[in-house]
């Protein structure tokens, strides 16, 4: 007895573990995405050579120090008929000297320089900080984005699974109804049109069921459809890198809540916008960088001044070294230092200059007019996405009314049906009515979490958290 209930306890562990590991929600689906999807990368080291860069032009203003020894070993030929100069104005004895001798030495040099007044390296450090920064918001940008696009990719995979379901449910109606038909026609309750009308509807059914699992879906200029089940997780798949068995991934809940956007103010989501927007900010950043650049460029007429130190030891270390500058000891050493005020100014450099500043004079205006647009832009996004979700709510509320009352006319239709009243003709468009407004609600749910995200994104304020929240209403 302890044995089977130890056995029943690892099946059901075994059973449930094994369709935890083969589910996957939203957030394990985001997770892979991070880990392999190429243009997150690209963007994450984009930034990260812009930080880099920023560090190397600080460097510019900081102190140099460079240092360099040597050690060499010299031959030296003597003519004594020849007088010799050695550290000295006096000449040399060469008495006693061999005229093929070497002496060794050995010296020690180091320089240190540090600008003290150098605007256009200052606004050239200035321009590359404000780039980094830009790069630091397109990459939290391209990250929100992601989030968005790969939780709709998501959401359009369960969308495109619910639409099978209800094609399926429709050709099983349908196919219920051609049996019904073909037998009344067999004993004379129904003609041959009741027939073929069955029939021609049913197979119109099945027809959409396979476009809609696999084909690819009829657009308009104005309203494009939704993707088929095919090409949904392709759509996903490009994100992570895997493809996804439909099956496995969770379905939202009928408990999510279809509610306005709160607080329930645009201006509120158009300041959220102003300050939290990665793409605006990224774009004043740039304009501030072309602006630094712009200054930088006139700034070159200004002087500059620098400091710089330098040290210089050297030693002859040999007999010969000795005896010709008069020591005992075969060495000699010498000692140097230096510290310099430096003053350039530059005045005029054929033209050159005057065409550098009008050219980053003209670059920052471009730059500027980009922010305004970009900030027009999402000025204007985030009003209509707060309009939408509102929409979004009445629409689904509109479509749920619409369900209950096309429900209650099939019943209808298909009571007076049976008896005779109703030909098959009328009850197969009712059914079809009802079918179009279950997708059509369906569609509204998931168009209104496509346009949650879409808010979150232009206001700049979707985060893992907001993930977490849609994934909570998974089972």
């Known amino acids: 007895m302890n044995k089977t209930v130890i056995y029943s306890f690892a099946f059901i562990a075994l059973f449930w573990g094994g369709q935890s590991a083969l589910s996957e929600d939203l957030l394990s689906v985001y997770h892979q995405g991070v880990m392999s999807y190429p ?6 080291d984009a930034s990260r050579s812009l930080d880099a860069a920023s560090s190397s032009a600080r460097g510019a203003l900081l102190p140099t120090l460079s240092g360099v020894g040597a050690e060499s070993l ?11 100069y050695f550290f000295s104005t006096t000449p040399v004895s060469l008495d006693g000297i061999h005229s093929n001798t070497s002496f060794e030495k050995r010296s020690l040099n180091a320089t240190i320089s540090m600008p003290l007044f150098n605007l256009p390296v200052w606004l050239t450090y200035w321009n590359a900080h404000k780039l980094a920064d830009a790069g630091d918001a397109t990459y939290t940008y391209q990250q929100q984005q992601f989030m968005g696009s790969l939780a709709k990719a998501y959401f359009n995979v369960l969308l495109a699974k619910a639409t099978l379901a209800f ?19 067999k004993v004379g309750l129904k003609t041959e049109s009741d027939v073929q009308q069955a029939r021609t509807d049913y197979f ?6 396979i476009r809609d699992k696999s084909g690819y879906a009829p657009t308009s200029s104005t309203v494009p459809s939704p993707p088929s089940l095919t090409q949904a997780i392709e759509q996903l798949r490009q994100y992570t890198g895997k493809k996804y068995d439909e099956k496995t991934l969770k379905d939202i809940k009928s408990s999510f809540p279809f509610v306005n956007p709160t607080p329930a103010s645009i201006e509120y989501w158009v300041n959220q916008a102003k300050m939290h927007n ?10 501030r960088a072309a602006h630094a650049t712009a200054r930088a460029s006139y700034a070159v007429w200004i002087p500059q001044v620098s400091v710089s130190g330098s040290y210089a030891y050297a030693r002859y270390s040999n007999q010969i070294a000795a005896q010709l500058v008069g020591k005992n000891k075969g060495d000699l050493s010498t000692k140097s230092s230096q510290v310099a005020l430096n003053l350039v100014w530059n005045i005029f450099s054929g033209g050159s200059n005057f065409a550098s500043a009008f050219k980053a004079a003209s670059t920052y205006q471009a730059q500027l007019a980009n922010e305004r647009g970009t900030y027009r832009q999402t000025m204007n996004d985030v009003r209509q996405d707060y309009l ?7 629409t689904i509320e509109a479509y749920k009314q619409a369900v209950i009352s096309a429900t ?7 009571a007076q049906y049976q008896v005779g009243t109703k030909d098959i003709t009328d009850l197969l468009l009712q059914v079809q009515f009802l079918y179009q407004q279950k997708q059509k609600l369906s569609e509204a749910k998931y168009q209104y979490i496509n346009d949650y995200l879409t808010l979150r994104i232009a206001s700049g304020l979707i985060t893992l958290a907001d993930l977490k929240y849609l994934n909570g209403y998974l089972a």
Do not use: C, W
């Open 388 to 394: 939408t979700m509102i929409k979004d709510t009445s």
């Open 74 to 84: 010299n031959r030296t030929y003597f003519s004594k008929s020849q007088p010799v």
């Open 278 to 287: 990665q793409n605006l900010l990224s774009a004043r950043q740039t304009s």
């Open 167 to 185: 094609d399926q449910s429709n050709i099983d109606y349908l196919q219920k109804m051609l049996i019904q038909a073909k037998e009344k026609y």
């Open 39 to 44: 243009g997150l990368h690209q963007q994450r």
């Open 408 to 414: 209650s006319s099939v019943n209808q239709y298909e």
């Open 204 to 209: 119109r059914a099945k027809a959409k069921y």
